[in-house]
Antibody, heavy 121, light 110 residues
């Protein structure tokens, strides 16, 4: 059974940093791209970032480029989203998810339960 | 990358069929057959309902179907059931190696 589980969400002050972690199991981890999608309170889904199965390629939304870093450890079946220079508009539930493909996200077949990040003073 | 355009809400009675449209551009839906649809119930994670325009994952009811014409994709739900109520999002792969979502459509089963 495929499982994706995020952790690390918290309340952080504007300008601060936070790292989200995501543990995956039930599939050949290094074969698939992973992605983060966020959802601000009462709003729609917004793609944040994708990392290829090998970890050799990463892609970011313009809204987070230069502030967020997506990485993975294929030996531990883990991915990480390092977030810095956080802004109020980054407040959202962050979903870690598995792509159906290996390099880019053509669709997302498994989602975590979400981790809430709140940026506020 | 601007969000794909979906109607804010649709509604239908049990047993009826509804269609949700999703309009993009030449850099996403118009070029790639990588349109997917997600169902989201309140306070739950999204669930994949359709991928690659018209394919259904294992376990998804065949009452759900997808199609595409030009820059517009559509999700049709036939034989509406109360459990279908929720938010639906379309998504497409884009020319910038990214994903763009629609703004979401709230489906109400009357």
């Amino acid at each position: 059974e495929v499982q994706v589980l995020e952790s690390g969400g918290d309340l952080v002050q504007p300008g601060g940093s936070l790292r989200l972690s995501c543990a995956a199991s039930g599939f050949t981890f290094m074969t698939y791209a992973m992605t983060w999608v966020r959802q601000a309170p009462g709003k729609g889904l917004e793609w944040v970032s994708t990392i290829s199965g090998s970890g050799g390629s990463t892609y970011y939304a313009d809204s987070v480029k230069g502030r967020f870093t997506f990485s993975r450890d294929n030996s531990k079946n883990m991915v990480y989203l390092q977030m810095s220079s956080l802004r109020a508009e980054d407040t959202a539930v962050y979903y870690c998810a598995k792509a159906r493909s290996g390099v880019v996200v053509t669709s997302i077949d498994y989602w975590g339960q979400g981790s809430l990040v709140t940026v506020s003073s | 990358q601007s969000a794909l355009t979906q109607p804010a809400s649709v509604s239908g009675s049990p047993g009826q069929s509804i269609t949700i449209s999703c309009t993009g551009t030449s850099t996403d839906i118009g070029t790639y057959d990588y349109v997917s649809w997600y169902q989201q119930h309140p306070d739950k994670a999204p669930k994949l309902m359709i991928y690659d325009v018209s394919d259904r994952p294992s376990g998804v009811s065949n009452r759900f179907s997808g199609s595409k014409s030009g820059k517009t994709a559509s999700l049709t739900i036939s034989g509406l059931q109360a459990e279908d109520e929720g938010d639906y999002y379309c998504a497409s792969y884009t020319s910038k190696y990214s994903v763009v979502f629609g703004g979401g459509t709230r489906l109400t089963v009357l």
